[in-house]
């Protein structure tokens, strides 16, 4: 069996980071002004006054500091609180290309790659921003990519889902270098008007190179050992924006159209999953959780990592073996287990061994173990 190669990884960061305290200013400018404007409803008892957020509220229930947004004045403007991007002509590059060829163009230089020499590039993430063309041929062209194109979506396992079936393609044969690209566009499918979730998304795109080891150049590797991923259907995580809204004649405004979760069931229900896909697969691959020198989990909440690192490994596992990164860049959806590996793995030594995985809705989950060469 053709042995597949992790050789080169790309990161784009937006311009702007908001901390939790301009967020929480606009939140709660909002929430004043709408409890006034109901006030009478309040008191006489037809409505509940809405709540303020805090900074203390957000790091306890997520970990999360700040996050990264493609555009900020929109988000901390009380009246609007969504991101203003201008829509673009049909013959400019789009925004998810724009952010993907960024990432992407880091990634094959990492990799020593050139982009003609790839045989598949899969633009894999939570929402595209249309249904198509492509985002990934539009990315394809940009690069001057070969072979074929497509894009892909599950969500928060989008990335890790994209790299079983690169993996997959390479072992084939039709494929002997793939591009697996991630533009995640989150602060535009987030209710900010929402106390529960407002706080909890950021914007970022990761690129990955694979390839068939025959063919690689790179020096620094990591051999793909295996993939394991799981779905279970569940509407704990939902967003019921799509192209029927309107036939349907429903708002497209409303709050079933963002992203809407139920927290404590999602984290209740999906950790265990999580952790039991991890021990199963490391079992079939004769490991075990103590073999593993690194655990580059999906990041979304510190409280899910920290459960999951610590049933995986049988301990409390260090912030060197479980990096966070979401304190800063915040859930970045489908990147966010691939910044961490991004960011975390230049210091592991040949042999080491390390488990990226993914979490979110569908259910789905998606697990890649790999060792560095």
Request: charge should be negative; hydrophobic fraction near 45%.
């Amino acid at each position: 069996m053709k042995q597949v190669v992790i050789t080169g990884t790309g990161l784009f960061t937006p311009p702007h980071a908001v901390g939790n305290a301009a967020l929480v200013e606009t939140f709660n400018a909002w929430v004043e002004s709408e409890n006034a404007r109901h006030a009478e409803a309040i008191a006489a008892g037809e409505r509940e006054p809405l709540q303020p957020s805090s900074e203390s509220f957000i790091v306890k229930a997520s970990g999360i500091h700040s996050r990264y947004v493609l555009d900020a004045e929109g988000i901390l403007d009380p009246e609007r609180m969504r991101p203003r991007l201008p829509v673009r002509d049909d013959d400019a590059l789009s925004i998810q290309g724009e952010m993907g060829a960024a990432a992407a163009n880091e990634a094959l230089e990492a990799a020593g790659v050139a982009a003609a020499d790839i045989d598949l590039v899969i633009v894999a993430c939570s929402n595209l921003e249309r249904a198509y063309p492509a985002v990934a041929v539009e990315l394809q062209a940009a690069l001057g990519a070969g072979g074929h194109a497509y894009d892909m979506n599950v969500a928060c396992s989008s990335a890790t889902f994209a790299i079983d079936a690169a993996t997959n393609a390479i072992r084939a044969g039709s494929a002997s270098r793939v591009l697996v690209v991630s533009p995640e566009i989150c602060s535009a499918h987030l209710n900010f008007r929402d106390r529960d979730s407002h706080f909890i998304f950021g914007d970022a795109c990761t690129a990955i190179v694979l390839e068939d080891d025959a063919v690689a150049t790179a020096e620094s590797r990591f051999e793909v050992l295996g993939t394991r991923l799981a779905t279970r259907f569940s509407n704990a995580i939902r967003n019921n924006a799509g192209f029927l809204n309107r036939v349907t004649d429903s708002d497209p405004q409303a709050a079933d159209k963002l992203f809407v979760q139920e927290g404590r069931r999602v984290f209740k229900e999906v950790c265990p999953l999580v952790a039991a896909l991890i021990d199963e697969h490391l079992a079939r691959l004769s490991l075990r959780g103590d073999d593993l020198s690194r655990l580059w989990l999906h990041q979304a909440n510190r409280h899910m990592n920290d459960l999951i690192a610590r049933r995986v490994l049988g301990r409390e596992a260090s912030p060197e073996e479980a990096p966070i990164i979401l304190d800063r860049y915040a859930n970045t959806s489908s990147a966010g287990s691939i910044i961490a590996f991004h960011l975390h793995r230049a210091d592991l030594a040949p042999g080491a061994l390390g488990v990226v995985c993914s979490f979110g809705a569908g259910y789905s989950a998606g697990n890649v173990v790999v060792r560095r060469r």
